[in-house]
C-alpha cells in the first residue's frame, strides 16, 4: 500500500501545482520561478542526506544529468512557460497524455506492436487534444498548449530513466542530486529573464507558494514518486497522472475562476477515454 500512497499524494499536490504556478508566474518569471523552486528543495534535503553521501560511480553521471534536465530542467521550462500562457485547466489536461505516451514507448522498446486499442486510445485522446489546442479564448492559447506538449515528451523521458538507476543508490539521494541539477541549470534562463523583465518584486502570496511548489510538490513529491516508480513500474505509476489533471482542473476552477465551457468537458473526456481505452487489456 506505501507505493500508492506515495501516487495519491503526488497526484492531490502536482494537480494543485498547475493553479499554483499559474498564479505565481505572474508575479515571477518562468525560469526564475523553476530555479527559486528547485533551490529550495535542494536546500531542503541537503541536511536529510549528507551522512548518506556515496560516490556517484563514472558510469551513473550521465543518467544522473539526463534525470535532471528532463525531469527538472526542461520539463519545467516547458511547464512554468506554458502556464504563463495558458490555463491550469487546459496545461493538466493535457499532461494526461502522458500514460498514452509511455504506453507506446513501451511497446516501441520490446519492438511490439501497439494493439488496436491503443492506436483507438491515441487518436481519442488527440482529438481532445486538438479540441483544446484550436480554442484561444484569451486566457488559453495555442502556443501555449503546444509548449505543454513539450512538458509530456520531458516526463515520459524521466520515468524510464528513473527505472535504469532505481535501486542503485537511495531515492532520497537521487532526489537530491537531480535537484541541485535542474536548479543550477535553470541559473542562466532566470539571469536572462532577469535582465530582460528587470528583478522580480513578489508579494508574501508568491513566496508561500515558491515554498509550496519546493517542499512539498518537489523534495517530497519527487522522492516519493522515485520510490513509486520502481514498486509499481512506470506505466502503472504514470497511469496514476491520469488523475492529476481532474484535481488540476477543479483547481483551476475553484482558485483562479478559470472559465468552465462545454469544449473543455468535451475535451477532457475524450483524453481520459482514450487513456482508459489504450489501457484495455
Known amino acids: 500500500m506505501l507505493p500508492i500512497i506515495y501516487i495519491v499524494f503526488c497526484v492531490l499536490v502536482w494537480g494543485l501545482s498547475f493553479s499554483v504556478t499559474r498564479s505565481a508566474v505572474q508575479q515571477i518569471p518562468p525560469l526564475t520561478l523553476a530555479s527559486l523552486r528547485f533551490f529550495l528543495a535542494a536546500a531542503l534535503l541537503w541536511p536529510l542526506t549528507r551522512k548518506m553521501d556515496v560516490a556517484l560511480r563514472p558510469k551513473d553521471r550521465k543518467l544522473i544529468w539526463a534525470l535532471a534536465l528532463s525531469g527538472i530542467s ?8 506554458g502556464l504563463k500562457m495558458t490555463t491550469a485547466s487546459h496545461a493538466s489536461l493535457i499532461i494526461a497524455t502522458i500514460p498514452l505516451g509511455t504506453e507506446l514507448v513501451s511497446a516501441w522498446r520490446i519492438r511490439k506492436w501497439p494493439g488496436v486499442n491503443t492506436w483507438l486510445g491515441a487518436l ?9 489546442v484550436v480554442k484561444d479564448d484569451g486566457s488559453a492559447s495555442l502556443a501555449g498548449d503546444m509548449v505543454m506538449l513539450g512538458a509530456v515528451a520531458c516526463w ?3 520515468t524510464f530513466l528513473v527505472e535504469r538507476v532505481s535501486g542503485r543508490y537511495d531515492n532520497l539521494l537521487i532526489t537530491r542530486w537531480i535537484m541541485w541539477i535542474g536548479a543550477i541549470t535553470l541559473v542562466p534562463g532566470a539571469l536572462i529573464e532577469c535582465w530582460w523583465y528587470g528583478v522580480p518584486q513578489p508579494t508574501a502570496l508568491a513566496w508561500g507558494q515558491v515554498v509550496f511548489l519546493g517542499i512539498v510538490c518537489s523534495a517530497l513529491a519527487y522522492d516519493f ?3 513509486a516508480v520502481p514498486a509499481l513500474g512506470p506505466a502503472v505509476a504514470n497511469s496514476a497522472i491520469y488523475f492529476i489533471p481532474l484535481v488540476g482542473v477543479v483547481g483551476g476552477i475553484v ?3 478559470e472559465p468552465v465551457t462545454a469544449a473543455l468537458f468535451l475535451a477532457g473526456a475524450l483524453i481520459f477515454g482514450g487513456v482508459l481505452v489504450a489501457r484495455l487489456r
Open 124 to 132: 481519442l485522446a488527440l482529438g481532445g487534444v486538438a479540441m483544446l
Open 225 to 227: 514518486y522515485n520510490r
Open 255 to 257: 482558485l483562479l475562476d
Open 156 to 158: 515520459i523521458a524521466y
Open 74 to 81: 526542461f520539463y519545467f521550462a516547458f511547464e512554468n512557460i
